[in-house]
């Protein structure tokens, strides 16, 4: 579990971002992308997971912009999906390290992993149906503000969660 | 039980971070949707997430046993509430080496079920280790949050020092009182004949000798030694060891403390112990099995404390050193206080016996095999060796023991040492 699950999230990120676009500068950003995991794997460090992640965001960026690809709802809630499981998977597996694993703790993951997904489908459909009435109400000149208010409250999290970090 | 924000919610802010950056820069909205697991995974921290409610119980197959032997620790976990993921942590101490399981582990528990988890810790020397303390982390079901809390609970391990069988032990010069295994000249009751005399009234019958009667021409009886017990003190050197950290003199010392203890009780002889050091500490002579329990206790609490002061063997009372008392000193001969004091013991007109445990062979042991190494063990060996001829000279019967053979060798040695020494005397 400690190896697999991150393995197999970082090869599901690689995918998708190959499915989207399927040339040679991608293919090397992934490539590193999945060599930064392995080191994750074999180190006790976490930020080569965190590195490993914006690789392959930057990634799947690059090959939407790159390809003029149309937009992909499910497509790019796979992928944050993804990209979750595989942050979470390698800070259960930094937990094991050296630790003696109960029988359930496979089970009980990969439940909360299917769990979760149903619940984050359910909401980005929510999410969905909501926005197409809301964008005809809202006008064009508040997007910047609501941008921008956004982005301090990711901010304010940061600052917030840093100041209770513990290990 | 404390709770905090895991690094992993910092992992997941900082993915968060990036993404809304390259969704600006690339202007490609539909990224953000890739955000929103993220976002649902931390926006569970704004929940009030109530205290993980489990109980946690700890049991050890025994809780005093030898040294080289194991103990198998058992960690019972039973959750009032789900536990997602539950990380556990034995704190262990240096001198324990775990050779079955792990001392760490991750539990996942439903609500109402018990996890166990268990782990085989093995001593390889004498101690009272404390294993009080479990460490138990709960994650949240997304590991954004932890709860910790640190389970401390009274519960030590003794190891007992491992004691060689000894079949010849020195016998005491003086005996007491008390029915023993030793045949005291004095006559009384008891199997050992000794010589005869003439009937008094009051004789039994049965004590009366027909083969001297009948030559003799009047009744004689047998006359038989007593059998009685001794009183044996052991006194162990705690001002000085050396060694390497596993294995010290003071080590080999308290092994061979708690062999001879536990030969002579088993003799019905009467043990005491003085532990003499910077601390002195004292076990009264008794019997039986529990008072071995007793010696050994004090035995696991040896050490060496340093002091510059003198320590008078007046401090010990005289119900630890009773008169007649047979005096084993155990010791590695580095501090002359100890000498000193056991010459006191002899002037006072104890029966005393000198155990010396090298230092030498333990010491060569942690040197290299460095020639200036080598012939500096072989100019101490040889000092060493002309300061056991000069205590002998003093009338003092001391043995040398070299840790790595057999105790048994040394203790008869010890008899036949005595026995010159007292004819010297």
Request: aromatic fraction near 6%; proline fraction near 6%; glycine fraction near 8%.
């Amino acid at each position: 579990m400690r190896w697999m699950a991150p393995l197999a999230f970082a090869v599901v990120l690689f995918a998708l971002t190959l499915r989207t676009a399927f040339i040679e500068p991608l293919i090397v950003i992934g490539v590193a992308a999945l060599a930064l995991v392995v080191v994750g794997l074999l180190l006790p460090w976490r930020w080569p997971f965190v590195a490993a992640a914006c690789l392959f965001l930057t990634g799947h960026a690059l090959a939407l912009w790159g390809m003029d690809a149309p937009v992909d709802v499910p497509g790019g809630l796979g992928f944050g999906l993804a990209l979750l499981f595989l942050l979470h998977s390698a800070h259960a597996g930094r937990a094991m390290r050296g630790a003696s694993v109960g029988a359930r703790v496979l089970r009980e993951q990969i439940v909360g992993w299917v769990r979760f997904a149903v619940v984050a489908l359910l909401a980005a459909m929510l999410a969905m149906g909501l926005a197409a009435p809301l964008s005809g109400v809202l006008p064009a000149a508040l997007a910047p503000l609501l941008a921008a208010a956004s982005a301090l409250g990711v901010v304010t999290a940061v600052i917030l969660a840093a100041r209770r970090v513990g290990r | 039980m404390t709770w905090r924000v895991t690094p992993l919610a910092l992992s997941l802010l900082t993915v968060v971070g990036w993404i809304v950056s390259l969704a600006v820069l690339t202007a490609r909205a539909d990224l953000l949707v890739v955000a929103v697991p993220l976002a649902l995974g931390l926006a569970t921290l704004a929940r009030r997430a109530a205290l993980p409610d489990y109980t946690l119980v700890r049991r050890f197959s025994r809780d005093r046993l030898l040294e080289g032997e194991s103990v198998t620790v058992e960690v019972e976990v039973t959750a009032r509430s789900t536990i997602p993921l539950m990380e556990l942590l034995d704190p262990l101490t240096e001198e324990g080496a775990v050779i079955t399981g792990k001392p760490r582990a991750v539990l996942a528990i439903p609500q109402g079920e018990t996890a166990r988890w268990s782990y085989e810790i093995r001593y390889p020397i004498r101690g009272i280790h404390d294993l009080g303390v479990v460490i138990a982390r709960v994650h949240d079901r997304w590991g954004v949050r932890t709860w910790e809390r640190r389970h401390v609970e009274q519960s030590r391990i003794r190891v007992h020092p491992r004691t060689a069988p000894l079949r010849s032990l020195p016998r005491p010069l003086r005996t007491q009182t008390s029915v023993g295994d030793y045949v005291s000249p004095l006559f009384g009751e008891g199997i050992e004949p000794g010589d005869i005399r003439e009937f008094v009234p009051g004789d039994r019958v049965r004590q009366v000798n027909w083969r001297a009667s009948l030559r003799l021409g009047t009744l004689y009886v047998t006359q038989h030694h007593r059998e009685r017990n001794a009183d044996v003190v052991l006194m162990l050197d705690t001002l000085a060891q050396v060694g390497t950290p596993l294995f010290t003199t003071l080590d080999a010392g308290v092994r061979a403390a708690s062999s001879l203890a536990a030969a002579y009780l088993a003799r019905k002889d009467r043990v005491g112990l003085v532990i003499y050091g910077g601390l002195i500490d004292w076990v009264r002579p008794g019997s039986g099995p529990s008072h071995h329990h007793r010696l050994a206790d004090s035995l696991l609490r040896a050490d060496v404390v340093f002091t510059y002061v003198a320590k008078d063997l007046k401090l010990v009372p005289p119900r630890v050193l009773p008169a007649r008392a047979f005096v084993i000193a155990l010791t590695p001969l580095l501090d002359r206080r100890f000498t000193q004091a056991v010459l006191d013991l002899i002037a006072r007109g104890f029966d005393v016996a000198v155990l010396v445990v090298s230092p030498v062979d333990l010491v060569r042991a942690s040197l290299g095999p460095a020639p200036i190494d080598q012939l500096a063990c072989r100019l101490w060996t040889l000092e060493r060796r002309a300061r056991l001829a000069d205590l002998r000279r003093h009338g003092l019967p001391v043995v040398e023991w070299d840790p790595a053979t057999s105790l048994e060798a040394a203790v008869a040695g010890l008899d036949r040492r005595r026995h010159r020494a007292v004819l010297t005397r």
